[in-house]
DNA sequence: TGCCGCTAGTCCTATAGAGGAGTATAAGTA
DNA sequence: TACTTATACTCCTCTATAGGACTAGCGGCA
């Protein structure tokens, strides 16, 4: 984060370093047209070809977006690069479709370590744990649990159950003013328990997918930990190699 | 492959184009340094900065390779993104290795649908199959099965299976003139059959990862199909989201 | 023999400027 | 009112040029 700014380092390196620590610090936020080429080209006084190399990065890093005569505007995190896209989401008409979500639980508790582990917070903080189904035609096809920090996330403690969307993430925005700006996520496989076999109707051993994801602020502070398992039948990668 | 050139496209455009049918032909081999940027400049007839800028849009897309104060060079294919890195293969002492091979067989056949199909090869056509275990520390740890078409791969066929090194991808190369310049890979999770278990000393029913690898020469002909089995438990996949 | 500096060749950074092309909105016209 | 045109703004492409920085190899010197 504090990275020395090496003065011997190229211009348009110190340039990308200047305006990525502006999107960081929360001046310019995620959706937010910033100023013209030209503008900070003379701002920062140098050639508007050096200043287009530095937005360049900052792109390609994902972090701006360009839209041709319109202007430059601060990424939104978009998550189509999940894991999640690999499970066969088909509705029984055969298009892809974003699964209904039902709330079992949601209860306040003392963070177990593994979630303070991921949060990255002290012994005893307390937290929102959220767990619910994802179904496809009424059928269970996902089991997740969802921690959340508190205070930031008092919103969702006291929400109504049948209120919470499928999306969670816009609504975390709107009610907690809380934006996930990236995530990481690890995949692994396991023999679901008898427990989750009988929330996703498998066979108890049947192997699931499972998914941790730590999603986390523009400022890269942990926000929200999840764990969701699905059925391994239904999950399918692919990549390509050069 | 062949696209119109579309003469309204940006010029540098135009030029990544050539220069890729220069690589595709194979005019230009993997491994080869090409010419000086100043020197296609002037051959093209655009300013250096032109060039610079056709000859970066190849190297984003990993198909030349930059090397300051030398020159540029197509890329070989490098497997850094397979999905076999996540499997942990970590050998007693705890570092990464490359595991050993044992071939169980190497057999001439008619292809089946299912290899015809991923080398798009007409009916009838025979490959090479070759069947081996691949170990860490004389531990089985994935099951590998290999077609190759024929007659390209007539040097496998006869070979001596002691002489078939681990990596297999130099000797094709070596020994059949074959170079791999790009691959699909796609991964599954399946309940092992009880002939996998045995081989792979886990209990018939536990999950396992399945790789199928489509390996394809510079000119994009699938040249080799395989499937790996390895068990689900040593398998961790990561990746970030922004 | 072994070290050191020079040099030619390469890619890398940066400048200043011109005109092209896409988009949104305001102004004009029927 | 409804459509068309103008315009002002944006990012995009391209030129021509200059000097910096990195690397490999050659030749001189101890």
Do not use: N
Not at 156 to 177: H, R
Not at 193 to 206: F, I, V
């Amino acid at each position: 984060m504090t990275a020395i700014a090496d003065s011997r380092l190229p211009r348009y390196l110190l340039i990308r370093d200047q305006l990525h620590q502006r999107i960081l610090s929360g001046e310019w936020k995620p959706g937010a047209l910033i100023d013209a080429e030209s503008v900070l080209a003379e701002r920062y006084e140098v050639a508007l070809g050096t200043m287009r190399k530095a937005i360049e990065q900052l792109v390609s890093e994902g972090l701006l977006e360009r839209r041709h005569g319109v202007g430059t505007f601060v990424r939104r995190a978009s998550f189509e690069t999940s894991l999640f896209r690999f499970f066969r989401f088909t509705s029984a008409t055969g298009e892809r479709v974003v699964p209904e979500s039902q709330i079992l639980e949601v209860q306040v508790a003392t963070a177990p370590e593994e979630v303070r582990r991921h949060l990255q917070l002290p012994a005893g903080s307390e937290v929102v744990m959220v767990r619910r189904l994802r179904l496809i035609d009424g059928q269970a096809v996902q089991f997740e649990e969802i921690s959340l920090p508190l205070p930031q996330f008092q919103a969702v403690a006291t929400a109504e159950p049948a209120d919470m969307p499928a999306l969670l993430y816009p609504w975390y925005e709107q009610q907690c003013g809380q934006i996930v700006a990236s995530a990481h996520e690890e995949l692994m496989v396991e023999k679901v328990s008898s427990e989750h076999a009988q929330l996703l109707a498998l066979q108890t051993g049947d192997p699931a997918i499972v998914i941790e994801r730590v999603a986390r602020d523009i400022a890269g502070a942990p926000i929200e930990w999840r764990r969701s398992r699905g059925a391994a039948e239904r999950f399918h990668y692919h990549i390509d190699i050069r």
